[in-house]
Each structure stands twice: as C-alpha cells, then as structure tokens.
C-alpha cells in the first residue's frame, strides 16, 4: 500500500507578495490579485514503455480525475478556501532528458470554480528523490515544477507557477520500471500555486515604498529642526 503524502515541509513553499489585503466577502470567490493556494488530492500514474528498443521513450500520464480541495489560502485567493478545482491530464517523460508528451500550453489547465483558470505554458519532467521512510523502508518523492498565467472571468490575467508532490513506496529505479511495464498506482499528492505581480507592478510598489521611506525621514528632521 503507498504511503501517505509527505507532509507540507517536503512541498516546495511559495510565498506570497503580499501586496494585495484580504477581501473576505458573501460574493462569490474570485481572484483579487497576487497570492498563493494549495490543493490536495489523489492522482492515478501510468506508464506507456514506448517504442521498443528506444531508450528514453517512456511517457507517464498523470491523470488527477475529479475536482480537488482547495487549502491554505492568502491574499488575492483569501476566498478560494474550502472551495475545489478541477486539473486537466498530464502526458510527461519519467526524466529530464528526453522532451515528449503533453503538447503546452495546456489551456485552463486548471479551472476553478469562480471561472477562473490557470494556463499551464511550461513544466519540468519529474524529479524522483530517493528517501526513506518513517518506517525505514525505501520510497520516492515525486517533484515537478511548471509556469504558466491565471486568467481572471473579467479578462485580467497573472503570471503563475504550480509546484507538484506526491511519494511512492520503493526507490526511484524500482518505481520507474514498473511504471514503464505497464504498472500504474493512485497515491495522494499537494499542489503549491502562485500568482505573482507583473514586474512593472513589483518594481512600481518598490519605488513607492521607497519615496515612503524617504519621505517620512525628511519630515522627521523637519520636525528636529
């Protein structure tokens, strides 16, 4: 049986730009600026061998089925939590070496029950981390990064990232091989999504907060004088 998903420490922290302030309302979730959710959920791994005798031709497909919970909210997605989000199928090669797959960008790759979505334009190929278990048992952790943008129900869109975690029982050669021999398994996984501002918006908030600081020091020897 696989083991339970690591806890959130083995998730790679995204964290928020803070610029935008908590809006709880009655009205119905939507994405007020920057900030960062997580979802949790089970994903089903399969794996196709490839063409025989052709070595780095294996694909994986992830596919995470129903809507998942969204958890840990802040900032512009304040009101997302308890709500859930739907994840399209991924096609990915087991390694970092050999390109195939899921053709990107992956449109609404994500869709949120607001309307919102999230376009998926870019993602690494998994990384499998060798670890052991609490239990002393070997096991892998199962990483994968990818970029992409949110878009908004009234048009407006923010450049995002998504950062995967899932852990399997068995060392990372063990549980690649029975992926590509036609094994497949279900296991939990946590999913870590960013919006961030554009960079003109970063760089704009910096100047301001620095002709702030500025400011407030003159007045302050104003007032000595």
């Given at each position: 049986m696989e083991t339970k998903l690591l806890g959130a420490a083995l998730a790679v922290p995204l964290v928020a730009i803070g610029l935008i302030a908590n809006?709880?309302?009655?009205?119905?979730?939507?994405?007020?600026?920057?900030?960062?959710?997580g979802l949790l959920?089970?994903?089903?791994?399969?794996?196709?061998?490839?063409?025989?005798?052709?070595?780095?031709?294996?694909?994986?497909?992830?596919s995470f089925g129903r809507s998942t919970l969204i958890v840990d909210t802040t900032d512009g997605f304040s009101e997302f939590e308890g709500t859930s989000g739907t994840l399209q199928t991924l096609v990915l090669p087991p390694d970092n070496v050999v390109p195939g797959g899921t053709t990107f960008p992956v449109t609404d790759f994500l869709s949120l029950d607001s309307n919102d979505t999230f376009t998926l334009t870019t993602i690494n190929a998994p990384e499998f981390q060798a670890i052991t278990t609490t239990q002393g048992r070997p096991g892998t952790v199962v990483t994968f990064v990818g970029d992409g943008f949110f878009s908004t129900e009234s048009g407006d869109t923010l450049p995002g990232q998504v950062v995967f975690t899932s852990q399997f029982t068995g060392a990372p050669e063990e549980r690649i091989a029975a992926l590509v021999s036609g094994q497949s398994l279900s296991t939990p996984y946590s999913?870590?999504?960013?919006?961030?501002?554009?960079?003109?918006?970063?760089?704009?908030?910096?100047?301001a907060l620095g002709f702030g600081t500025v400011f407030r020091k003159k007045l302050k020897n104003a007032k000595k004088s």
């Open positions: 809006t709880n309302s009655a009205e119905a979730a939507s994405i007020n600026g920057p900030g960062t959710f959920g089970s994903v089903r791994v399969s794996g196709n061998a490839g063409d025989p005798g052709v070595t780095g031709d294996e694909l994986f497909t992830y999913a870590s999504f960013e919006a961030v501002p554009e960079p003109l918006t970063i760089a704009g908030a910096a100047m």
